[in-house]
């Protein structure tokens, strides 16, 4: 890995979808564009002292928004589904 494992691991997600999923073991994170399933992983081992069992990667697309007089829209991102094995947790602030 040349980036390091914060750079990859941008933030974890607190939606409701992701506080639900959390019951079954899975994490949700904003990762950086241009790191694979393979980063991921090791990054969240590293950060977390946890065990990966698998990871499933989503590319969000920009939505149009309106700000004052002149149109934009949101950054693209990258959502990163992790899940954990059996007994092991993180701790969602």
Do not use: C
């Amino acid at each position: 890995m040349s980036k390091s494992v914060y750079e990859i691991i941008r933030h974890n997600l607190v939606t409701e979808k992701g506080t639900y999923l959390q019951k079954y073991n899975k994490y949700l994170f904003i990762t950086d564009r241009r790191a694979n399933k393979i980063e991921i992983r090791k990054a969240v081992e590293k950060i977390f002292n946890v065990k990966v069992k698998s990871v499933h990667v989503l590319n969000v697309k920009p939505k149009p928004k309106r700000m004052r007089w002149r149109l934009g829209h949101t950054p693209r991102e990258k959502k990163a589904i992790v899940t954990l094995k059996e007994g092991y947790s993180i701790e969602v602030k």
